[in-house]
């Protein structure tokens, strides 16, 4: 038995690689920052339905009793004895006039607990004319509210069929009778009634006849009386019986046994309970009534009970109606809901008596429910008690379990998971725990799991009504309430965002900034830096296009608040910090000057180079915030305000201009499209907001560059001198147009189609649109990221005047001599940005052009779409993709291998391309005008508000064992383990390939992610899903170096991928080693090449990546270490290849060290080198035979082999010792044909499996 639990608990254990780091699997490669319901406009459209959007009260109550004490109506026979008290009052006991009275002055106080501020007018007896006459006057009065009518007809006759009930004369010697049709014209509606009669169903069944005939006769002639219609649909009916019974006549009861449910529900369910429970036979009915305590003190008997009642009906409606009905029944008016509450006791007591109540709308059967026993038990042990708290006051009431015993369930439920996103029934019992300051932490810390199920149980919570406990929680002074209290927040704002009102309101709101700020009382906030997160979001939803709340927050000095946590260890705090910022700036002016006077907006620009991309994200996110028109100047000012005015317009200027040149130093550089694609937004804003500067230096551009001054491309003249600044946006937007990642190029085309627009539209360039594209493809023309050839930044006016920006100024006075600074200048030279002039064509004769930028132009789609789209739009706005006339997709070159060919016309067939225009289509808008505007929108915030929407606190489905998710991922891994292979194409003298393909096995995460690398764009494109055609989908891709290889010698890359730190080594014919952090996906390490030969090999030890070998053409291999500065990283050199070297490898010894180099070079010879030995090999293996160039050499990681190719058409099999194994010649098969020129071999990394091309 104990071995095969041993071999069970073997067969489920999880192998240990799952438990890798997982890389390129975070949300942002998902979608780029798309929002998921960017597809689907609709799919929350809903979210705001829990809100009353028409709350009504009941303001008048007429309470109409038709009693006739003494006299018996005609059609009632009644029993002897039979039940005879009304309001507890027994009529008998009085004077008829004085009884009536009382039971008047009764009725209309048990009403009164349930609606103390409404006007009651009390209709003793009536005659129709009084009746008429008070329920027009109620009406009056009551304008739109609801109206209760009480009809109490114990003393007149029965209903009839044809909707009538009884009053009397004035001289009480006749029942008249008073139709429903009438009592509905002079109450109107909305009302809701109440008939505590024999026969009460006729009323409901005529009720509803009159209503459909009103509703008719409305619809032929609307506009009779002038004044807005309600239909009388809306009105609400409680009935005590159906058409056919009888009121219960048993002595035991009261005569207005209906009434007694619905106006004292607690004193009736328990003379009720006490009357068939024997075993309390010594509770007397003068004991009920003198439980003590008040109905609204909840540590009393009496109030406790109240309680129980309240919750428990409230969770049987909760569980047995539609949601719909629940709201509108027990959520919009306080009357109704108790009515209803009641109804569902009068349901179960009239129904033990064979009587059947009726409602309109019409409820389910609820008598029967489960919770009853509840009530049983809490009514019991209440009842136990009673004989000894009436004996002694002193003695101390036992509370009830019974929340306690709720909440437990509840966390049971909560345990064991919903099942198809159902609702747990205990969900109204927490709403109302959560009065009780006993239980009120437990109960927050069921919600807050509960809303972490996703939206579906924010809506749930919502729709029973958490939202105003938890708004007036607010205000209480609790520290043990703040985390859950902020966590569930976040939850309700992440679903619903109309709630700004509501925080506003009793500065709710500073509930958040306070733990911002205060350090004091947070001390007991576990994860105190994600709570902050959290409130930070929370006051981004806050100020989201709502100015009342920008300057609540701006005058709590929310943004001093915020720049204490900039430099927060806590990435999610730094992202929300940034987005929080921006939406208090966002369209607010004052608050953006606040910012630059405080100097925010250089923090801003210290976070561009954050370790999270999400942050760098959210940093440029809040730099486009900070991009708005300056205010116009009221000339009626004091001069000196108006100079202190423009004097603060020029710093804001300077502080921009700062802001974008920084971001293009760091965007263009960013491994992540997030990145990227948000720096094209703030690009767009920049000349959004300077479109006449743009235009002008677009001119200056089309004029100057590669052009002669007799070239007719435009034949206005402009300004000699160039603006620098601007001059750095556009060649940004031209880069950026030719990004490796879809939808980054597109916008940025985008961009520049409708920069471009007005020189098409107007007339101004003479010469048709294929030559401007021509043209074009010269102006990004140079090598790497350089290549933009951005001219100076040290712009000669400021983005709104002639102010130059401060960074480029030696001295920190605002008004020196225009210079750039050192730092800066050497930023912007790394990037190709230069001080030249526009005009220098003086380039050295060795810079290359980069065709990734040339050949976007060629066939620009944006321009050769203006000619037939009107001014200001865009080929995105309505191009047909198939006739666009575009050379390439998504930007990427013409030149390239029949398989990228072949993927993209797979991708075409899918409606890849479809869903591209989707999602670039979500960031733009439309300007003033109505016409497309340049400047684009972000998604940062909306793609942001949805991780709150995601369970927080729990494991992701994917790394849950027993998921489906999970066993998904685990099968993977297994398949992973069979079949995965790292194979390495690599090109020889006479084989020049343009693309190179890498197929990396992240095997720590289960799944294969394919890395297409173009050797000749030095772009790297990651994908995800690779092995199915239909979800095969790119998750990353960036220009992994700078330089344009295609115009070397050899353009083959070395790429080299660790697992272990996700680390991505690239290098080839390049003065680098460049290193990338996938995780960061940042560029976090440049080792100089200490060759000028090409790096032809590239390897990196298993365990922690600190060393590396790199093996160059010329046969040396360099032994680096990360460790040490990079310009003494060479730790040791070995020279004995004579030629160039194929490859080579850092093998585990066995001891988990990494210390055996293996190398091959194209002589033929293999050497074996012990790195901590000397730079002398220890063994040389001959693998081919003298005068045959070896041209391919692969390295098995785990077995012993080493395998060969070469130029004579065969391959070689040895093992380390240099023992020669086999010899493949031929294909597989019986027919098998001659192999041809080997140009690369690969080893299966598990398998003693060989493969070669």
Not at 747 to 768: C, E, S, W
Request: aromatic share 8%; glycine share 6%; charged share 20%.
């Amino acid at each position: 038995m104990d071995e095969q639990v041993a071999a069970a608990v073997a067969a489920a254990a999880v192998p240990a690689e799952l438990g890798m780091y997982s890389f390129l699997v975070d949300r942002r490669h998902d979608s780029c920052g798309v929002p998921k319901y960017a597809q689907d406009a609709d799919a929350d459209a809903d979210s705001g339905d829990w809100r009353m959007r028409e709350r009504l009260k009941t303001v008048s109550v007429a309470l109409v009793l038709c009693l006739n004490i003494g006299i018996d109506p005609p059609d009632v026979l009644k029993t002897i004895p039979c039940a005879k008290t009304e309001c507890w009052v027994d009529p008998l006991s009085l004077p008829p006039q004085k009884a009536l009275e009382t039971i008047g002055k009764n009725l209309q106080q048990q009403y009164e607990v349930w609606q103390p501020r409404a006007r009651y007018k009390s209709l003793l007896d009536p005659s129709v004319e009084e009746t008429k006459k008070a329920c027009l006057s109620l009406r009056k009065n009551a304008k739109d509210e609801r109206i209760l009518f009480h009809y109490n007809g114990h003393g007149v006759p029965k209903p009839t069929k044809g909707g009538e009930i009884w009053v009397f004369n004035r001289s009480y010697t006749q029942y008249l009778p008073c139709s429903i049709y009438d009592l509905q014209t002079w109450l109107g509606s909305p009302c809701i009634y109440v008939f505590d009669c024999s026969n009460a169903g006729n009323i409901l069944n005529a009720f509803d006849r009159f209503s459909i005939q009103r509703d008719e006769e409305h619809a032929t002639n609307p506009d009779r009386d002038n004044i807005p219609y309600i239909s009388m649909k809306e009105c609400i009916l409680l009935a005590a019986c159906n058409a056919t019974d009888t009121l219960p006549m048993n002595p035991d009861l009261p005569a207005d046994l209906f009434t007694c449910c619905l106006t004292t529900p607690i004193e009736i369910a328990l003379r009720w309970f006490v009357s068939h429970s024997p075993l309390l036979d010594g509770i007397t009915a003068d004991m009920i009534m003198k439980i003590p305590g008040q109905l609204n003190d909840r540590r009393t008997a009496l109030g406790e009970l109240n309680w129980i009642f309240t919750a428990i009906t409230d969770t049987i409606a909760w569980n047995m109606l539609p949601h719909d009905v629940f709201k509108k029944l027990f959520r919009q008016d306080l009357m109704v809901a108790a009515l209803f509450r009641n109804f569902l006791l009068a349901e179960r007591i009239m129904r033990y008596y064979h009587c059947s109540p009726l409602s309109h709308p019409p409820l389910p059967s609820t008598h029967q429910h489960p919770l009853w026993s509840s009530w049983d038990l809490a009514a019991e042990l209440c009842l136990h008690q009673l004989p000894e708290l009436l004996k002694s006051p002193a003695a101390e009431y036992q509370h009830s379990a019974f929340f306690s015993d709720q909440l437990t369930a509840f966390e049971v439920w909560l345990s064991k998971g919903p099942i198809a996103q159902s609702h747990p029934e205990q969900l109204p019992i927490v709403l109302q725990v959560l009065l009780s300051q006993v239980h009120r932490l437990r109960a927050l810390m069921l919600l807050s799991r509960f809303l972490d199920l996703g939206p579906w149980s924010v809506k749930l919570a919502l729709s029973v009504g958490i939202f105003p406990y938890v708004l007036k929680l607010l205000q209480s002074p609790a520290a043990e309430l703040k985390p859950v209290l902020v966590f569930i927040w976040a939850k309700i704002l992440a679903l619903d965002s109309s709630c700004q009102n509501d925080l506003l309101k009793d500065n709710g709101f500073t509930y958040f900034i306070n733990i911002l700020t205060n350090n004091n009382n947070t001390s007991m906030i576990p994860n105190i830096a994600e709570h902050r997160a959290m409130c930070c979001f929370i006051l981004c939803v806050f100020c989201h296009h709502f100015r009342f709340g920008q300057e609540a927050c701006v005058k709590n000095e929310l943004l001093h608040t915020l720049a204490i946590h900039f430099e927060d260890e806590d990435s999610l705090l730094r992202q929300w910090v940034c987005i929080s910022l921006a939406k208090t700036v966002e369209g607010f002016p004052a608050a953006r000057d606040i910012c630059f006077k405080d100097g925010l907006h250089k923090q801003l620009v210290m976070l561009l180079g954050d370790d999270s991309a999400e942050v760098r994200s959210a940093a440029l996110f809040a730099i486009g915030a900070l991009i708005q028109p300056e205010q116009a100047v009221n000339t009626q000012q004091p001069p000196a305000v108006i100079a202190q005015i423009q004097q603060r317009a020029k710093l804001n200027a300077s502080a921009v201009e700062l802001c974008v040149c920084r971001a293009i130093i760091h965007g263009l550089i960013d491994a992540s499209p997030l990145v990227r694609k948000e720096l094209v937004i703030v690009l767009s804003k920049v000349v959004a907001l300077q479109e006449d500067r743009m235009a002008r230096t677009a001119a200056a551009v089309l004029r100057n560059e590669n052009f002669t001054k007799e070239d007719p491309i435009l034949y206005e003249d402009g300004a000699e001198e160039v603006d620098g600044f601007m001059m750095s946006v556009y060649k940004a937007l031209l880069g950026l147009s030719a990004d490796p990642y879809p939808l980054v190029a597109l916008l940025a085309r985008h961009v520049v189609d409708l920069i471009h627009a007005p020189f098409v539209t107007a007339g101004k360039v003479n010469a048709p649109v294929s030559v401007l594209n021509k043209r074009l493809s010269s102006v990004a023309a140079a090598p790497g990221i350089g290549s933009l050839g951005l001219n100076g930044v040290g712009p000669t006016s400021g983005m709104y005047g002639q102010q130059q920006p401060s960074y480029l100024q030696p001295t920190p006075s605002p008004y020196s001599k225009p210079r750039k600074s050192n730092s800066v200048q050497s930023d912007l030279s790394s990037l190709g940005i230069g001080s030249a002039s526009i005009r220098s064509r003086d380039a050295s004769p060795s810079v290359k052009r980069h065709s990734s930028f040339v050949n976007p132009f060629k066939s620009f789609q944006g321009l050769a779409s203006l000619v037939s789209f009107p001014a200001g739009g865009s080929a995105l706005a309505g191009q047909d993709p198939k006739n666009s006339g575009q050379g390439e997709r998504y930007g990427t070159p013409t030149n390239r291998n029949s398989k990228m060919v072949g993927m993209e016309e797979e991708d075409s067939k899918r409606g890849r391309k479809t869903d591209l225009l989707k999602s670039a289509r979500y960031h733009m808008q439309l300007g003033p005008d109505g016409k497309e505007s340049i400047c684009l929108k972000s998604t940062v915030y909306e793609w942001n508000v949805e991780y709150f929407r995601e369970p927080q606190m729990k494991l992701p489905d994917i790394e849950a064992p027993g998921s489906t998710q999970y066993n998904e991922k685990l099968w993977r891994f297994e398949q992973t383990k069979k079949f995965a292979s790292s194979s390495l194409a690599r090109s020889t003298e006479s084989t020049k390939l343009k693309h190179l393909v890498l197929d990396l096995a992240v095997v720590g995460t289960g799944q294969l992610i394919n890395s297409l690398l173009e050797t000749d764009e030095g772009m790297v494109r990651v994908y995800k899903n690779y092995a199915s055609q239909e979800n095969c989908e790119l998750a990353t891709s960036w220009r992994a170096v700078n330089e344009d290889l295609s115009q070397h010698s050899r353009s083959e890359l070395i790429v080299e991928w660790h697992q272990k730190s996700g680390s991505l080594l690239v290098a080839g014919d390049l003065r680098l080693i460049r290193v990338w952090d996938m995780e960061k996906e940042l560029c976090v390490q440049d080792i100089a090449n200490k060759n000028q030969q090409a790096i032809t090999a590239l390897a990196s030890d298993k365990e922690d990546g600190r060393l590396l070998v790199a093996g160059y053409a010329d046969g040396l291999l360099n032994l680096y270490d990360r460790r040490v500065p990079t310009n003494e990283s060479v730790v040791m050199s070995f020279r004995e290849h004579p030629s160039r070297v194929l490859n080579c490898k850092l093998q585990n010894d066995g001891t988990g060290s990494y210390h055996t180099l293996v190398s091959g070079s194209s002589a033929g010879d293999v050497r074996f080198w012990d790195i901590r030995s000397g730079q002398k090999a220890q063994r040389t293996i001959s693998a081919v035979p003298t005068g045959v160039e070896m041209t391919a050499l692969a390295i098995h990681d785990d077995t012993p082999l080493i395998a060969c190719g070469t130029n004579t058409e065969y391959i070689r099999i040895f093992n380390v010792n240099g023992m020669h194994l086999n010899t493949i010649r031929f294909n597989d098969g019986l027919l098998g044909s001659r192999i041809g020129h080997v140009g690369c071999v690969a080893f299966h990394p598990y398998k003693d499996l060989l493969a070669a091309g």
